[in-house]
């Protein structure tokens, strides 16, 4: 009588020890990504002091993309963990609260021409202090509720099966931020007359992060399926308006995704039917 043949994987050969270094030396790999988001926001903050604003507006674009990369990482890793979602928020915190709040204050506020209105020009910057004030602390409202929620549903649900974020996430507030100053290449604002719309964009981006509106969150999408070869096409054809016409194109993006949320929120009011309320039916009499 034969015996049978036991076949092992080599991974089945690996000791425990090895294997345990193994998936700890995974977690690198998404925080290396975190890091990066870190360093781009911390550079954010200096080149915005040095007055290169546009270099600045630069990073916090390079901060956005390494956050996006993280998570994705540690999802297809199978890394995440409590260290990592802590560590993400405080690099969110950075690059995407502080670092734009500081951007938004000196080049929309604190670089005004005076125009021989000392106190007018100082209620303008008073006004920016409290603009950028309010974007700071709703930015890491956003992150305190996300990481306290399970399973948050937005006001105002949307396709079944999609997935959305509750709010305005603080990348994309922080990005609007940064396309709107790469637009004008750096340069600071010289009238005052926009200091006022810059100061209300400010509120409404701050507004649309503490909010329960949705926002289409890119997570359904799986580039490890198949897709027509005209996809390929059409990455090449954006990178290409990237690489020409960032200014444009950047803050396009940021805009539409802006006013995407709030036409999905007033299309959801305007559909929706106004409850029926049952009346009780009049009892007979015996």
Not at 53 to 77: H, Q
Request: glycine content about 8%; aromatic content about 12%; overall charge positive.
């Amino acid at each position: 009588m034969k015996m049978p043949i036991v076949l092992r994987r080599w991974e089945d050969e690996t000791p425990p020890s090895r294997k345990r270094r193994m998936r700890k030396g995974m977690y690198i790999l998404p925080s290396v990504f975190t890091a990066a988001n870190i360093g781009a926001g911390y550079f954010a903050i200096a080149q915005t002091l040095e007055g290169h604003f546009n270099t600045a507006a630069i990073a916090i674009g390079i901060a956005v993309v390494a956050d996006g990369l993280d998570g994705r990482v540690a999802r297809l890793t199978n890394t995440t963990s409590d260290f990592g979602r802590e560590f993400d928020s405080l690099a969110d915190v950075i690059a995407f609260g502080v670092a734009p709040a500081i951007l938004a204050w000196m080049w929309g506020f604190r670089m005004l021409p005076d125009l021989g209105h000392p106190e007018v020009h100082a209620r303008i910057v008073q006004m920016g202090v409290i603009a950028t004030f309010i974007f700071l602390v709703a930015g890491a409202s956003r992150l305190a509720r996300f990481n306290i929620q399970l399973n948050p549903q937005p006001s105002n649900p949307g396709r079944p099966g999609s997935k959305y974020f509750v709010g305005m996430p603080i990348p994309a507030g922080a990005g609007v931020v940064a396309a709107t100053v790469h637009l004008f290449r750096g340069q600071p604002l010289a009238s005052w007359w926009a200091a006022p719309a810059w100061f209300a964009l400010l509120l409404l981006l701050s507004a649309l992060m503490v909010s329960t509106w949705r926002f289409y969150s890119f997570k359904d999408l799986n580039f490890k399926n198949r897709h027509p070869f005209q996809l390929l096409i059409l990455i090449c054809i954006f990178l290409a308006l990237m690489f020409y016409f960032s200014r444009y194109l950047l803050f396009g993006i940021g805009m539409l995704y802006t006013i995407g949320g709030i036409v999905m929120r007033l299309s959801w009011m305007f559909r929706r039917r106004p409850p029926v309320v049952s009346t009780p039916e009049a009892l007979e009499p015996r």
